[in-house]
């Protein structure tokens, strides 16, 4: 991959206080949202901040949100740090990947069984119903071995092979593609100041 091939990774931070919105949510926990542009050479590129409710069902268009404010047409890739950010606040990628018009990829850390018995754990009702709804709408997750770490991750626009070369090319070193390396530092940052 060429070294100025740019991808925006989306990453979050909570560190568990309520939010002094004006915005009739005042009280109700926020998780920061950051967003890095960063080139498969490791360059940093740019960055923007938004926020989703903790719980909440508004992290799709959170994400959404970010990518439009980075108004970036050279932004080839979408990296998402997991599938369920602010406690499974589910992203839908195919909302996401319509919205953005390029490949779309969420990638996770750890093994994981899926998420439904930690939905069915947490919500019921209509809460549960539509977080069942998206998340099973969801590509299904695969696995790939980067730099001797297992990454979990899901993908639209890209196939395996593609995520294969992708995840790799911004994964220089260890075990987390830069762009979501530095997405998360930089929302862990933001979050401190609030």
Same mark, same amino acid.
């Given at each position: 991959?060429?070294?100025? +091939?740019?991808? #925006? ?27 890095? @542009? @960063?080139?498969? !050479?490791?360059?940093? !590129?740019?960055?923007?901040?938004? &926020? ?10 959170? @994400?959404?949100? $970010? ?7 050279? @932004?080839?890739? +979408? ?12 992203? !839908? =990628?195919?909302?996401? /990947?319509? /919205? ?5 990829? &969420?990638?996770? *850390?750890? &093994? &994981?069984?899926?998420?439904? !018995? ?12 539509? %977080? ?16 001797? /770490? ?7 626009? $890209? ?10 090319? *911004?994964?220089?070193?260890?075990? %987390?593609?830069?762009? =979501? %390396? ?10 401190? #100041?609030?």
């Amino acid at each position: 991959m060429k070294s100025g +091939v740019r991808a #925006l990774g989306i990453a979050e931070s909570y560190r568990g206080e309520a939010d002094g919105a004006s915005d009739g949510r005042r009280g109700r926990p926020r998780s920061t949202l950051a967003g890095a @542009v @960063v080139r498969a !050479d490791r360059a940093l !590129d740019g960055l923007a901040f938004g &926020s989703c409710m903790v719980g909440g069902r508004d992290a799709t268009e959170a @994400v959404c949100g $970010l990518f439009s404010t980075l108004d970036r047409e050279d @932004v080839r890739y +979408v990296l998402l740090a997991g599938i369920a950010p602010a406690w499974y606040n589910v992203l !839908d =990628l195919e909302r996401i /990947h319509g /919205h953005v018009s390029r490949p779309v990829c &969420s990638v996770s *850390f750890e &093994s &994981s069984p899926g998420l439904e !018995d930690a939905l069915r754990r947490e919500f019921s009702g209509e809460a549960l119903d539509r %977080r069942l709804a998206t998340y099973e709408r969801q590509p299904p997750r695969r696995r790939t071995a980067v730099n001797g /770490h297992d990454l979990y991750w899901r993908a639209l626009g $890209l196939d395996e092979r593609e995520v294969e070369e992708l995840l790799p090319a *911004f994964t220089p070193e260890g075990g %987390r593609p830069e762009p =979501l %390396r530095v997405a998360r530092i930089a929302a862990r940052a933001a979050d401190a #100041l609030r």
